[in-house]
Each structure stands twice: as structure tokens, then as C-alpha cells.
Nanobody
Framework: QVQLLESGGGLVQAGGSLRLSCAAS????????MAWFRQAPGKEREFVVG????????YYAESVKGRFTISSDNAKNTVYLQMNSLKPEDTAQYYC??????????????????WGQGTQVTVSS
């Protein structure tokens, strides 16, 4: 089983930047896809961005294209989310997720087998 631990959240002003990390431990070789989701108070958890660590392929939600960048360091079993030009509407709990399936839908929560506990990102206006 894979365990995921997010870090890097915090409070930042609009226009600022943060970098989130998701460290994977356990049976990490079983993960074929990694993703970040976020959930704001009173809203559904939504897909943000995903990556296939083995080949670096990425998939972004339209709302974050051009502002967020996902990357992975396979030697460290860690996925990063660089968030630039942050907006108040980016405020949410951010969750890392992993799937071990050969095919999946990036944006569907049930596609993922393992979730982290989340890290809070708050963007002030």
C-alpha cells in the first residue's frame, strides 16, 4: 500500500506563490498516476492537475493552466505542485492522490486508490 503525505500549504497574498509537496512511501512502484485535487468549504472536491511519473505526461484543469505546474522527482518519490499567480478562489484544502490502474479518468475521484490527508492553502485578497 502507498501512503501519501502533503506539505507546503500556508497563507499567501493574491499574486503570490506556494509549492506543495506530496511524498509517497510504501509500495510506490504500484502508482501509475499521481494527481492533486482541492476542496473549498461547501464545494465538491475537484481535480487540479495530474502527472504520470514514469514519462512526465501531465494533465491540467483549465482553471489553473498557465499558473500551476506539476512535476515529479522519482528518486525521492515526491510530486510537487508549484502554484503561481494565486487567486483568492484557489483557497482550498489540497489533496494528493495516487492510482495504480493501467487506465483511469484524471478528473474522477473514484479513479484514485490512495489519498493524503491534505494541506490547506489560503489566498488573501
Amino acid at each position: 500500500q502507498v501512503q501519501l503525505l502533503e506539505s507546503g500549504g500556508g497563507l499567501v497574498q493574491a499574486g503570490g506563490s506556494l509549492r506543495l509537496s506530496c511524498a509517497a512511501s510504501g509500495r510506490t512502484l504500484s502508482s501509475t498516476g499521481m494527481a492533486w485535487f482541492r476542496q473549498a468549504p461547501g464545494k465538491e472536491r475537484e481535480f487540479v492537475v495530474g502527472i504520470i511519473p514514469s514519462d512526465g505526461s501531465t494533465y491540467y484543469a483549465e482553471s489553473v493552466k498557465g499558473r500551476f505546474t506539476i512535476s515529479s522527482d522519482n528518486a525521492k518519490n515526491t510530486v510537487y505542485l508549484q502554484m503561481n499567480s494565486l487567486k483568492p478562489e484557489d483557497t482550498a484544502q489540497y489533496y494528493c492522490a495516487a492510482t495504480g490502474r493501467s487506465t483511469w479518468h484524471w478528473t474522477i475521484r473514484n479513479s484514485y486508490d490512495v489519498w493524503g490527508q491534505g494541506t490547506q492553502v489560503t489566498v488573501s485578497s
